[in-house]
């Protein structure tokens, strides 16, 4: 299985920051196959990005995501309120699907 | 985008069989692979199957066998059994459209296995 390990495990910022968040496979993950997901409390995962690098439907330009091979980065340029939550990768270069611990991004 | 709602019962005895249902409006579920998840504080988010109507279909091997996935076209529903529960099967299980990435989720329903 690929191992996603997230760093760091709390991100505590103010809004009007920029959040950069990491996740780091155990191995290369070919095509960028690498999807994140915003987590908010008492909510199911909502999907932000994939394919490394590509908006999903309806997600603010503020969210970015980059990356090759086996070093990911999810970026929030400027922390809204909503924004305040949990954040996980996932991978689907291969089965099965597995997904980071998370980093919970918190109001300082 | 599809709206997907969980449900089945929120206790389950130890040995027994879990069973959950999904129902699936706002799109066919014939046009799009439909997968389980589940998420509990020791094991975080965890990938269960998926199923594409067509009869592709793919399990974490990781529930050793005892997981099964199932469509039915003309309820526009899918389906998770898991037998053989213990304790660690314990979490907030979810459905969600796609294979992949997980595009479209349910809000989730718990299940606790305890006597």
């Known amino acids: 299985d690929i191992v996603l390990t997230q760093s760091p495990g709390t991100l505590s910022l103010s809004p009007g920051e920029r959040a950069t968040l990491s996740c780091r496979a155990s191995?290369?993950?070919?095509?960028?196959?690498l999807g994140w997901y915003q987590q908010r409390p008492g909510q199911a995962p909502r999907l932000l990005i994939y394919d490394a690098s590509t908006r999903a439907t309806g997600i603010p330009d503020r969210f970015s995501g980059s990356g090759s091979g086996t070093d990911f980065t999810l970026t929030i340029s400027r922390l809204e309120p909503e924004d305040f939550a949990v954040y996980y990768c996932q991978q689907y270069d291969s089965s099965p699907r597995t997904f980071g611990q998370g980093t919970k991004v918190e109001i300082k | 985008q599809v709206q997907l709602q969980e449900s089945g019962p929120g206790l389950v005895q130890p040995s027994e069989t879990l069973s959950l249902t999904c129902t699936v409006s706002g799109g066919s579920i014939s046009s799009y692979y439909w997968s389980w998840l589940r998420q509990s504080p020791g094991k975080g988010l965890e990938w269960i199957a998926y199923k594409y109507h067509t009869g592709d279909t793919n399990y974490n091997p990781s529930l050793k066998s005892r997981a099964i996935i199932s469509l039915d076209t003309s309820t526009n529903q899918f389906s998770l059994k898991l037998n053989s529960v213990t304790a660690a099967d314990t979490a907030v299980y979810f459905c969600a459209s796609g294979h992949f990435v997980f595009n479209d989720w349910g809000q989730g329903t718990l299940v606790t296995v305890s006597s």
């Open positions: 191995q290369s993950i070919s095509s960028a196959y």
